[in-house]
């Protein structure tokens, strides 16, 4: 396709870390084949470098002065679109388009999103099927929910994103422990943005998935793809890989379809690109949550692979008004898996054979860890415990997971133990 020539806007590149650039330099690189990319943010990773043609200087988390840098901007520039890729500046991306008279959804229901709370109070009041929960104001108000549900249930932060503080709690110790978790686990920063609380609610059981979907008008949603995710032990919810099929019988099924249509115009999104994470019960599938953003952990590149769609480029053009291309033109596998350390400690070594490169299926074998970093193993890991992942092709899921079982054992590691003292002293 030929390269617009109106800018878009874009909120926030990442972060300046080596795992920054890991994660958001595949979508960064998208848009900017398509579109001029101005980014706002405080300044420009050195990473996102080839892909910024200007930058705004701006402290995101300053919504108001965020609003006035870019109005000042806009008086002298032409922008055809504003979006982000960060859960982070979601709601401040459809005030600015809002603003800006740009397409976007608006900030109301980019604000449904980011609550947690408010997206199951929507979904409630339009009968979507979801999970009954509760916004806890202390882990005694937890606690009394829990019993009245029924154990287990599952306690999680208001606003925060990558499973963050997500726990599942089996009787009344554990929804203390977990809520005290939720109260204060962040990934990213998200912290400072949005609003704070513990949401305590009914456990779903089943296998998970996200679903990206494109919003080109009220009603009018698509299914892009679905991830079927693979999820670490309990109690914790952390992602341990991601798997995406273009022949997944999912992305025709009828039952899916309605409800992520009924779960996107519930909380209001009438245009913009979402992830939705449900939960494939025995009672049928249930909305676990909404994002305002594609979807994280390198889906793009997986979409990308299997189907032959640029996610990124797809969010891009709903945010310029562009019609964006929906048709798959590739119709194989590919998955991700996400090494998490196998013990607490600090990681000595982390290597890997030369000639794991000469696999034409692996897209690719990224480390986030550098030997002499402090690590946690679940159940206390987190997004920023992750050692490595790594990216496999196939022709079906099954071939993808060999191949990713395969690489795994290829890798050599060594994390040793901490060493604890104990000082005593008069």
């Not at 997206?119 to 005694?140: F, I, K, M, Q, W």
């Not at 609380?197 to 698509?222: K, N, Q, R, T, W």
């Not at 299997?306 to 019609?323: E, F, P, Q, S, Y």
Request: include cysteine; aromatic fraction near 4%; charged fraction near 20%.
């Amino acid at each position: 396709m030929p390269l617009a020539l109106t800018p878009l806007l874009l909120l926030g590149a990442g972060g300046t870390a080596a795992a920054s650039a890991a994660y958001r330099r595949d979508p960064l690189a998208s848009i900017a084949a398509a579109y001029p990319v101005v980014l706002a943010d405080e300044e420009v990773p050195d990473w996102a470098r080839p892909y910024v043609a200007d930058h705004i200087t701006v402290d995101l988390a300053d919504t108001e002065a965020t609003a006035a840098a870019v109005k000042t901007y806009a008086a002298h520039h032409d922008l055809g679109g504003v979006m982000t890729y960060m859960e982070h500046h979601v709601v401040t991306t459809a005030l600015l388009a809002q603003q800006l008279g740009l397409p976007g959804a608006s900030p109301q229901s980019m604000e449904a999103c980011r609550d947690k709370a408010a997206t199951r109070y929507l979904l409630d009041v339009h009968g979507v099927p979801s999970a009954r929960a509760v916004l806890a104001e202390n882990a005694e108000t937890a606690i009394a929910f829990a019993r009245e549900q029924g154990f287990p249930v599952m306690v999680k932060p208001r606003a925060q994103a990558g499973s963050a503080g997500v726990v599942r709690a089996n009787n009344p110790d554990e929804v203390r422990e977990a809520f005290e978790r939720a109260s204060h686990e962040t990934v990213l920063g998200l912290d400072a943005y949005g609003p704070h609380g513990v949401l305590v609610e009914e456990f779903l059981d089943g296998p998970e998935i996200s679903v990206e979907v494109a919003v080109l008008g009220p009603g009018d949603s698509h299914i892009i793809a679905v991830t079927r995710k693979t999820v670490g032990p309990p109690p914790t919810a952390q992602e341990y890989g991601h798997c995406v099929d273009a022949h997944d019988q999912l992305l025709t099924d009828p039952e899916l379809a309605r409800l992520i249509t009924d779960a996107v115009n519930a909380v209001g999104v009438t245009c913009g690109a979402l992830c939705i994470e449900v939960m494939l019960t025995a009672r049928g599938p249930r909305i676990v949550e909404i994002n305002g953003r594609i979807g994280g952990d390198l889906l793009h590149v997986l979409i990308n692979e299997a189907l032959g769609l640029n996610l990124a480029r797809i969010a891009a053009d709903i945010a310029t008004g562009t019609r964006p291309q929906l048709e798959p033109t590739r119709k194989l596998s590919a998955a991700i898996q996400f090494l998490y350390p196998p013990q607490t400690g600090t990681l000595q070594r982390l290597t890997a054979p030369s000639q794991l490169t000469s696999h034409t299926w692996l897209e690719r074998l990224v480390t986030t860890a550098q030997p002499g970093d402090r690590v946690a193993a679940p159940p206390a890991a987190t997004y920023g415990d992750r050692l490595a992942h790594w990216i496999v092709r196939g022709t079906d899921p099954v071939q993808c997971a060999a191949r990713m079982s395969w690489v795994e054992e290829q890798l050599e590691m060594y994390i040793a133990s901490l060493a604890w003292t104990t000082t005593c002293s008069r």
